[in-house]
């Protein structure tokens, strides 16, 4: 029975490891050739328009439906990158997941300031992740192999956030659309890197070794959870601590009285 059971659950996650990578390859490279064919040459002036602006400027919705296409992407390979235990846990996986969050956010309020505003913090958080991505890659022997081409596409990202922080600030906005798009490009790039790396994992390891890898991802979570909760432990130890030393302080001082 526990042969069974084993022998389902590998069977399961046989499907679900081909499965994440062909969602998110497929989404990246159809949003891609949406927004190149669509917002991307939708006017003249789009090199100086927002991405969010260029995107409402597209009659068509292709742009609107390409950024939201996008956020799922990520979505999908964050989840085949956990079922495959890559070195993701804490700060990598809740900024690529907060960068998919405000993209697909950001398709929902085409060419408002809003959306300016969370596409930015997007951008911003795609970029942090893809930079914490290259020391978790380097240090993980099946991930070896994309930590040099990913540090230099968060090399790319970084100059591209400075950019943009000059250009939206004392460079009046002159050519903001074409650094938001070159940086957009950059962090797709890292995205398809990481979906093809994925996929060549998800096909190349047995079922068995995708569960022990996954195993050890839900180890590294929970070993995060319970030093945070040691953490917190240990400072309502220490609150407790003092304040029965303030206690006995005051009690000292008025037995004296």
Known sequence: MFQA??????????????????????????????????????????????IGQATALDQ???????????GLSCVALLAGMRAVGAPLSGWPERLTAAGAGALACAA???????????????????????????????????????????????LGAGGGLAVLTYVALPGHRVMIGLVEWAL????????????????????????????RHAGTYVQAQALEMITGGRRAATAMTVTTENAASGGRTATALLTRH
């Open 5 to 50: 059971i084993v022998s389902g659950q590998s069977v399961c996650m046989r499907h679900l490891r081909t499965l994440y990578p062909l969602a998110a390859g497929s989404g990246l490279l159809i949003a891609s050739i949406m927004l190149v064919s669509g917002p991307a040459s939708a006017s003249r002036d789009v090199l100086d328009l927002t």
């Open 60 to 70: 068509g919705g292709a742009g609107v439906f390409a950024m939201a296409l996008l």
């Open 108 to 154: 929902v309020f085409p060419g408002t300031p809003f959306s300016d505003i969370v596409l930015v913090a997007g951008l911003m958080s795609l970029a942090g992740a893809v930079a914490l991505m290259v020391r978790r890659f380097a240090g993980d022997e099946r991930w070896r192999a994309v930590a040099r081409p990913f540090e230099w596409l968060a």
């Open 184 to 211: 957009l490009a950059i962090e797709i790039a890292a995205l398809a890197l990481a979906t093809a790396h994925l996929t060549r994992l998800a096909w190349s390891l047995p079922p068995v070794e995708v569960l």
